[in-house]
């Protein structure tokens, strides 16, 4: 594919189409110096000047022998790589993405490549910290950029120009990437680490009997360490990894004693990498077999694969659906193709990352924002050099240079986490995967244990092949799910502040079980907002339209919109006086009033405030794992798939508030979160339970929950989606049009409805203020547009709304008004 792109040597003039990183609507065009005839071709890099000075990487999208129309063609200023780093399977989905999500390829390209592969003037640097590069190994150059880089501590590719006297230094910016002495500053991000765990052994010499009975005896002077001893043989007869609080919980014995023994050289330790999370809860080795019903469900996606080229796996947590996607990965690399493993949160994924690498060894690639920026374009050239089998990654991972694809794994493709909200392209990367897969002739499988309406109804209508798991792995049970009135708990004298008296006495119970328990809160913070008792006035953000929230642990009231904050308020602006209250109670709250009323408790919690820092997150769960916390408290951070194997009950506080959130897709939602945090009760032998508090406890989504009931949700939220004209049955399209100025953004929005009802009617519908009608100083009003499926061409659409567009920017009065399309929002 790649050499049909290459034109032969000569001394005929070529010109050269090329994507820029740039919001702007074309490709731009740029002649090609003779001597360089033989070195473009299609998805090469060229450098390019764009602008008085501004120097960029672009993409070649097109070369030809045709002069622009309008414009003189500037010379491409060098070609940076050897062969494509793009093949015209890319550059498709590309131009379907701009299409699709009506939005520009530069904005495509942004998105899609490593930051290495698409430098500007203004693109920062700064050395990597790596002892072990010579650098006396360099080129006078490059010892030049290193030592200034070692005075300035970061510059831009215009500073390194002006430093050499050069505009063509991307060539030894490249190479000094490559080798490893350059990083991109932006992508200086803190990096997840897997969990790493400490684990014990007795030390080889004492493995057999004799040695044992040795070891016992010259203990019999320190009965606490022989007790210890005693308790790690017991321990190994029914588990492989046993750490420090296990064998002190079962000896009944100090940290202090383990210590001693460790120093004497007795005990051992070994670190592992384990699992924060369990994607499912079971043990996948190097060898398994499926049961019964594996076996049948992966029969059954065979048999669709020859009819549909998209399968539903509908299967409850911990049905075993991991070890069907190894056994599809095995069959599509024993057929010569390549695998796309996709995971909504991959930095929370390193269970199933060990579980592949179990398999599939170093062909096996990872791709996320855990790796800098010279990592990722590693795993871009080895995908595109055919390196890797297999490829697990986030939504971004879509956009790799994959040869011969055979299979698309989208897991839990219901989560929102696939879709790319801000900025454009504001894509579903299930949706692309789905594209993407059709380009290449492979086939996709989405799993999850709470589809979405929209998958699930595809399947149902026959457009995808639909296969389901309805029990779980092995003697694994659902939970027991209890529902608590609140209402009629107070009523009762039976709450006590945000807790009903079921839900404390299931936490006091489980403690003195020596249990853990997790509580959800799906609001961060100490109290959501403040209010004055008098007049009514609420503390608001300055610069969004929505109310401060009080976070006792920095004693100020923030935005979680812009990231203002301010002390607390003791006055009243509006009336003057004191009387200001706390409204309503987050996560901090939660926490401070469970430690008054359960003072014994060791209490954490896991919300974005908490698991602030390099490796806050890491730190918190690996502490709540080691029973350092008896409970914790969380937001749906806590929700993401987590496993622990002493936690028996979950609470969750507050339903109502996902309940009743103002989006059509909210029952949906709150039906897969609350499915998902009850997950997270139990083990593998023993039945967990679910408490959740609610004023509405005869809410019909709850009682789906109670009763595990997916197609019931699923049968009334088509119902209601079709009479609403909400999807699968329409598609929808949100404009936001954003400016400073609120008449301004009221009379653009206002002119910008209009011309899209010229020739969309009564489709068009707003503007209208979104919840939130200002972030960031910036005014919003929304046009929603709902087309309806099969009877009109959304491509007709997407033209008609571009054109409106087109003639709303030519207008001089809208000039300054920014608009924001999205496509499908989720």
């Given amino acids: ?101 009506l939005c520009y390829l530069g904005e495509i390209m942004q998105a899609a490549l490593p930051a290495a592969m698409k430098m500007a003037s203004e693109t920062k640097i700064v050395a990597a910290e790596n002892e072990d590069l010579d650098r006396s190994l360099l080129t006078d150059k490059g010892y030049m950029i290193m030592e200034a880089l070692d005075v300035a501590g970061e510059l831009t590719i ?9 505009k063509t230094v991307f060539p030894l910016l490249k190479t000094l990437f490559d080798e490893g002495y350059l990083l991109i500053s932006e992508e200086i991000k803190d990096r997840y680490k897997p969990k790493v765990k400490t684990f014990l052994s007795l030390d080889s010499q004492f493995s057999d009997a004799e040695g044992k009975r040795i070891l016992l ?187 011969e694809l055979g299979l698309i794994i989208v897991d839990e493709e219901h989560e929102s986490s696939y879709k790319q909200y801000e900025p454009a392209p504001r894509y579903h990367a299930r949706d692309t995967a789905i594209y993407l897969a059709g380009i290449h002739k492979a086939k996709v499988l989405l799993g999850s244990a709470t589809p979405s309406i929209e998958s699930y109804y595809n399947a149902k209508a026959g457009k995808y092949g639909l296969v389901e798991m309805k029990e779980r792995y092995g003697a694994s049970q659902l939970p027991i799910i209890e529902l608590v009135d609140v209402a009629e708990a107070g009523r009762k004298g039976q709450m006590f502040n945000y807790f009903s008296g079921t839900l404390l006495q299931g936490i006091t119970d489980a403690l003195g079980r020596k249990e853990q328990v997790i509580l959800f809160q799906n609001r961060r913070g100490h109290t959501p907002f403040v209010q004055c008792n008098t007049c009514g006035w609420v503390a608001k953000c300055v610069n969004c339209d929505v109310s401060l929230t009080y976070h006792k642990s920095t004693n100020h009231l923030h935005c ?138 005869n809410h019909r989504v709850l009682e789906q929950v109670l009763h595990n009931d997916y197609e019931g949700m699923f049968m009334t939220e088509v119902k209601e989606r079709k009479n609403y004209q909400y999807p699968p049955f329409y598609r929808i399209i949100k404009l936001d049009v954003k400016h400073t100025d609120l008449q301004l953004t009221h009379d653009a929005a206002v002119r910008l409805a209009s011309l899209l009802r010229g020739s969309l009617g009564a489709r068009v519908l707003g503007p209208e203020p979104p919840l939130i009608s200002r972030v960031r100083n910036y005014f919003i009003q929304t046009i929603t547009l709902k087309i309806e499926r099969g009877q009109v061409s959304i491509v007709k659409v997407k033209e008609l709304i571009r054109q409106a567009i087109t003639h709303f920017e030519i207008d001089k009065q809208n000039r300054s008004v920014r608009i924001s399309i999205d496509v499908d929002p989720y």
């Fill in 560 to 697: 979680h919109y812009c990231g203002h904050h301010e002390p607390p308020i003791q006055i009243c602006p509006g009336c003057g006086m004191a009387h200001i209250e706390s409204k309503g109670f987050g996560t901090e709250r939660i926490e401070e009033e469970l430690e008054l009323l359960l003072p014994e408790a060791r209490i954490g919690r896991l919300d974005m405030d908490s698991a602030k820092g390099k490796h806050g997150f890491d730190k918190i769960i690996t502490s709540f794992d080691d029973h350092e916390f008896d409970i914790l408290i969380g937001t749906q951070m806590v929700a993401k798939g987590l496993d622990f194997g002493r936690v028996s009950l979950i609470g969750i506080i507050s339903a109502d508030a996902m309940i009743n959130f103002p989006d059509f897709r909210a029952y949906e939602r709150a039906f897969s979160l609350f499915s998902q945090v009850a997950g997270r009760a139990g083990r593998r032998d023993q039945q967990g339970k679910v408490i959740i508090q609610t004023h509405t406890p």
């Fill in 217 to 403: 005896d010259s203990l019999n002077k320190a009965p606490k360490q022989q007790d210890a001893v005693l308790a790690l043989l017991q321990l190994q007869k029914t588990k492989e990894d046993i750490t420090r609080q296990d064998i002190m919980e079962a000896a009944g014995i100090s940290a202090g004693v383990v210590a001693s023994l460790i120093e004497k050289g007795v005990f051992v330790l070994q670190e592992k990498i384990v699992s924060r999370l369990g994607g499912e809860d079971l043990e996948i080795t190097a060898d398994f077999t499926l049961n019964e019903r594996q076996e049948a469900a992966l029969a059954s996606i065979e048999a669709d694969f020859q009819a549909k080229d998209v399968v539903l796996l509908h299967g409850v947590t911990a049905s075993g659906k991991t070890q069907l996607y190894i056994r599809l990965i095995e069959s599509a690399i024993a057929s010569g193709k390549k695998v796309l493993y996709l995971l909504p949160e991959i930095a929370l994924t390193a269970q199933i990352t060990e579980r592949l690498r179990l398999h599939f060894g170093d062909k096996l690639g990872v791709y996320h924002s855990k790796f800098n920026d010279n990592e990722r374009a590693e795993v871009w050239r080895k995908v595109l050099n055919g390196e890797y089998e297999v490829v697990i990654g986030a939504r971004s991972s879509v956009f790799l240079p994959f040869q």
């Fill in 158 to 166: 215009n500073d390194v120009v002006k430093l050499l006297g050069q």
């Fill in 1 to 101: 594919m790649v050499a049909s792109s290459l034109f032969s040597a000569g001394q005929e003039t070529y010109f050269v189409e090329v994507i820029l990183p740039l919001y702007i609507a074309k490709t731009y065009t740029y002649r090609v110096p003779v001597e360089w005839n033989d070195h473009v071709a299609v998805g090469k890099r060229v450098i390019v000047q764009f602008g008085r000075n501004k120097i960029y990487a672009a993409v070649v999208h097109k070369v030809s022998h045709e002069a622009p129309l309008g414009y003189e063609a500037k010379y491409i200023l060098n070609v940076i790589d050897d062969q494509p780093i793009l093949d015209p399977t890319q550059l498709t989905l590309w131009e379907w993405m701009a299409d699709y999500y």
